[in-house]
């Protein structure tokens, strides 16, 4: 006859050990009680004590195991720290928004594809519980679109340029000799009555795809000037620096090798005697040239196969080597695309473009450096002006207040960043190509979903 069992039963407390894979067992203390019900044990709770190293079973020599983090106002918290070094003109003793938690909110809301100050007023009404429980001293009040709009232009101030370098540190993986591009982007919703557009002068480490600096320029032309400046605020000692054409000043790359980096500048018709000269000895063919391996794509219904050459630049002109500093034991450059449309068979008429460079002409496999120089400046139209503009709609943006669009496009980037980060952690964890930005913000709609992916990215980078 089986032992009857008390109606309360007592609580049973055991000491469980589970073995894995890398020979560490965990060791965790188990309460348990009978339930007749189910007629077997209950776990009621589990407590981890530790873990003992491979091949050991005194539990005196546990390790304690490291606290797992919550996905909540940690996470917020290093995402936010940089924004906590904002100069905030705001009187401190009336302050209701917290610019570094709004300036969260805007970040995430940036990351959902909501730019405007409405929508970001929006998402913060929609997303209170969650963002409450994201951030300890998160306001009680609804925010609205004029106060979303005065925290941007105070971001947008020049002292606080240097906001989107100290998120860069954050994310970017140091390379030896990375691909630097400097190009603008016009921000044509805003022209002004003199159907001019603001350009934001930009620069982009093309290797990890991640914007560095930008500057809020008036005109087109006024990049020439900028770009000088914007350059001797980053360290690229050891970059090569690409520009199209409109930078191809000596002025720029005389910067450039002052910084002890190298630049390759492309050629067009503004500097008439330097590209006469550059596609003259190309076209003569009577010399001999360091000719890169083809690089050859199929997209888009096209089959585009790319050519490099390369000729000494101490070839050129005494005049225009001592014009051009780093041009005397540099390289000139010609490039040539071949385009044949797949379902015509229809040849393309062939484009050729022509560059200086200051990388010397005896370095080892200088062709292809150039050749992957040249193809990897235009990263920052691909990656990204284009997608600013379809992503974060930056193309629609239409403001006056140059503070405003200084602070909503330096948003935009940190955004921009944070996607391409996100895209290249789960290539390297899956081994295959990321997702498009569209589809990675569809699966991380979730506010904890999204501030654990940014961490990640922070976490990973910075070890």
């Not at 005194?58 to 936010?80: F, H, Q, T, Y």
């Not at 905030?88 to 995430?108: E, H, K, M």
């Not at 050891?238 to 000043?249: E, P, Y």
């Amino acid at each position: 006859m089986p032992r009857p069992r008390s109606e309360t039963p007592k609580e049973h407390t055991s000491i469980i050990r589970a073995k894995r894979k890398d020979g560490w067992t965990y060791v965790q203390r188990v309460v348990s009680v009978y339930d007749p019900k189910i007629k077997n044990s209950k776990r009621l709770s589990t407590e981890y004590l530790g873990k003992l190293p491979p091949g050991e079973t005194d539990l005196e020599k546990l390790v304690p195991l490291e606290p797992r983090r919550r996905k909540g106002s940690l996470k917020a918290d290093k995402i936010s720290a940089p924004a906590k070094e904002v100069a905030d003109p705001r009187d401190q003793s009336r302050i209701i928004y917290p610019l570094d938690i709004v300036f969260c909110v805007i970040l995430l809301a940036a990351m959902e594809g909501k730019t405007s100050c409405t929508e970001i007023a929006e998402f913060w009404r929609q997303c209170r519980p969650l963002l409450s429980k994201t951030f300890p001293n998160f306001p009680d009040e609804e925010i609205s679109h004029d106060t979303v709009r005065r925290i941007t232009m105070i971001i947008g101030k020049d002292k606080n340029a240097a906001l989107i370098e100290r998120f860069v540190k954050m994310l970017r993986s140091k390379l030896s000799h990375p691909i630097i591009a400097v190009d603008g982007q016009a921000v044509r919703a805003s022209r002004n009555s003199t159907e001019h557009s603001p350009y934001v002068l930009n620069i982009m480490d093309a290797d990890n795809e991640l914007i560095l600096a930008q500057q809020v320029i008036g005109e087109k032309n006024n990049e020439i000037t900028h770009a000088t400046k914007l350059i001797s605020t980053l360290d690229i000692q050891g970059a090569i620096v690409t520009a199209d054409a409109l930078n191809t000043q000596t002025e720029f790359a005389a910067k450039i090798i002052a910084e002890k980096a190298d630049y390759c500048l492309a050629l067009k018709a503004n500097q008439d005697l330097t590209y006469e000269q550059v596609r003259g000895f190309f076209e003569l063919g009577t010399h001999d040239y360091k000719t890169a391996r083809p690089s050859v794509t199929d997209q888009s219904g096209k089959i585009t196969k790319r050519k490099t050459r390369v000729l000494p630049g101490s070839l050129l002109p005494k005049e225009i080597r001592d014009k051009w500093v780093g041009l005397e034991e540099g390289s000139i450059v010609e490039t040539v695309t071949d385009t044949v449309r797949k379902s015509t068979s229809e040849v393309l008429e062939p484009q050729v473009r022509y560059y200086i460079s200051s990388l010397r002409y005896e370095a080892p496999n200088v062709e292809q450096v150039l050749h992957r120089a040249v193809r990897q400046h235009w990263t920052i139209e691909n990656k990204g002006h284009w997608a600013l503009d379809m992503a974060f709609n930056q193309d629609r943006l239409q403001c006056t207040n140059a503070q405003y669009l200084a602070g909503r496009t330096l948003l935009n980037k940190i955004a921009l960043n944070f996607t391409t980060k996100i895209q290249t952690r789960l290539e390297e964890a899956t081994g295959k190509a990321a997702p498009s930005k569209p589809i990675i913000r569809a699966r991380l709609r979730k506010i904890e979903d999204m501030l654990a992916a940014m961490n990640d990215c922070i976490r990973i980078s910075c070890l």
